[in-house]
């Protein structure tokens, strides 16, 4: 079946503008996490959502950052205002949910590259 | 993630094995897993382990779990250039939200 699908998958923006980056899980996913990678970094965790709720936000540097899933299976990432700090790798990937964590690990996709000038 | 602690690089010829070790600080860690990241990829789940058990074995892949020591190794037999990644380990605790958290990634650099 299809995989986690990110886009887009490379997004150049200006200092100072407004993003939205967008996350498709695996059908039938509730778990859905954002995490964040810089270069020669592992990935850091930003937002989970299990079904539509935030259920855990903590990751979010500052609140520049939002992110929301209306419907429980699509969710976009925002970034406001974006600074050159925010130029990384953001991944998004989904899992069958909490209960038996193990046995429903997170798959992700292959990210979106934002590189802010 | 600080809690979570792999040398940075590994470099092997074609045919030996590698080992990638990894140490975790977080006792309550239930799970822990292995995931591959090829350039421009996102991460590929390789391997899981439940922390009651010592070891578990899928093909090339031996992942062996001391967790007295908090420490967690992914063997592979047979090394190929095609293995050539970034290995993640990541954990993830019984208690809180159960969001896994990885290491810096060991970059494993195969040599023909």
């Known amino acids: 079946g299809a995989g986690v699908s990110q886009t887009p998958s490379n997004k150049v923006t200006e200092k100072g503008k407004y993003v939205e980056l967008r996350c498709d899980p695996i059908?039938?996913?509730?778990?859905l996490y954002w995490y964040r990678q810089s270069l020669g970094q592992g990935p850091e965790f930003l937002i989970y959502f299990q079904g539509t709720g935030a259920a855990d936000d903590s990751g979010l540097p500052n609140d520049r950052f939002f992110a929301v899933r209306p419907e429980g299976s699509v969710s976009t990432l925002k970034i406001q205002r974006t600074e050159r700090g925010d130029s990384a790798v953001y991944l998004c990937?989904?899992?069958?949910?909490?209960?038996?964590?193990?046995?429903?690990?997170?798959?992700f996709g292959n990210g979106t590259r934002l590189t802010v000038t | 993630g600080e809690d979570v602690e792999q040398s940075l690089f590994l470099s092997v010829r074609e045919g030996d094995s590698s080992v990638i070790n990894c140490t975790y600080t977080?006792?309550?860690?239930?799970?822990l897993y292995w995931y591959k990241q090829e350039p421009g990829a996102g991460l590929q789940l390789l391997t899981y382990i439940f922390s009651n058990m010592d070891m578990k074995q899928d093909q090339r892949l031996t992942v062996l779990l001391n967790k007295k020591d908090k420490h967690l190794s992914l063997r592979i037999a047979d090394t190929q250039t095609g293995d050539s990644a970034i290995y993640f380990c990541a954990e993830r605790a019984s208690g809180g939200s159960y969001i896994p958290t990885f290491g810096r990634g060991t970059s494993l650099i195969v040599h023909p």
């Open positions: 990937a989904s899992s069958l949910g909490v209960q038996g964590a193990g046995n429903s690990p997170l798959h």
């Open positions: 059908s039938g996913h509730t778990a």
């Open positions: 977080d006792s309550s860690s239930t799970y």
